[in-house]
């Protein structure tokens, strides 16, 4: 490994830091549950040299419990005790290999923790809680940067595709009071938004890119699309239940999910970075490939998203806390059916963290042994 290439790799880790933290979902019941790109959106986690090898973890913690229709907030659902809440734990264990310089490969293993408070699901008289967790759908891919990272230090793009494998629990069961005969409790499937898996394989396009625009000063971006053909997973919602208009949200749906970004970096010295962003996640309200029946929660979420990270040698911390300013439940399909069924207007509602943590730790093992640099070489991309 050259000065050269040792000079691209350090001062990309102190401006693009701050992007590896690659937990991309959207917030709260909207997300099915917690999913990231299959290579990661890790700038410094792929960029790597021949034979590199980068494990680390990344955990996400959020707590959703404002409810929407469209994007207008139903605030009397907290303020009458009404709100659904849940808790969402999460870790990706990530490892990710260089084949080359360029062409990299990551497999990623989820875990979670899930816990949702509701009065609805419970006869509606009283407060309880249900709760999952265990090993989510792992995510393996390959990325290839389309410019030489060693003679394009000031910019270059990846584009990567990954298989999501249908490893997580999509039937985790629970029990749920006053629901079954004359009040009494029952087992059933937990929610949508807290089950570990969504039972179908899945294929994912992604994208990053980062970009000098003066001394210590980068853009970066990027962002993944998970297309899911699975049109529904079997799973029995009990939604129709609650009401007759909801026969068309029986079965869970195994929607599609997508995320992008994009924002500034700054290198504030040779250990410490930050940066300033907006990220838009999703599940859509039809998918690109398979049909679109069964039960899902579409939902948008736009956020602003400061970061900050720590670089010691081999070794990086990073912490990444976006703020949701715009959330948007729209109408889903099944919405629009029964609309036109009934003649009556219906947007189905979603609970919404106000924010995210992501945090992330990672150990870089390089092939060949790292020289000392010339404090010189780490000047950022003079």
Known sequence: MGPKYLNLIINILLVALVFSTSSSSAQGCVAIRHFSSC???????NLLGKGDLQIGMNYRYF????????TEEEADRVANNTEVINHSHAWDFFLTYGISDRLYTSITIPTVINARSSLYEHGREERNSTFSRGLADIRAGVGYWIMDPQTNSNGNIAVGLGLKLPTGNYNATDVFYNVGPEGSPEVR????????GDGG?????DFQFYQKIAT????YGGGFYLFNPRETNGIRTFRETLSPILENEAIMAVPD???VRTGLSYSLSNIISTSLGARFDAVPVKDIIGGNEGFRRPGNVLSIEPGIAYMSQNFT???????AVRRDRPQSVTDRQTEISTGSPRNGDAAFADYLINF?????FAKSKTVEIAPLLRDTFD
């Open 63 to 70: 707590k959703s419990f404002r409810h929407f229709r469209g």
């Open 39 to 45: 290579v990661g959106n890790s700038l410094e986690n």
């Open 257 to 259: 999910q997508y995320s």
């Open 216 to 219: 210590g000063l980068f853009a």
């Open 360 to 364: 992330g730790v990672s150990y870089r």
């Open 189 to 196: 499937p937990v929610d949508q938004s807290i089950q570990p």
């Open 317 to 323: 911390l990073n912490l990444n806390v976006p703020f």
């Open 201 to 205: 394989f899945g294929l994912t396009i």
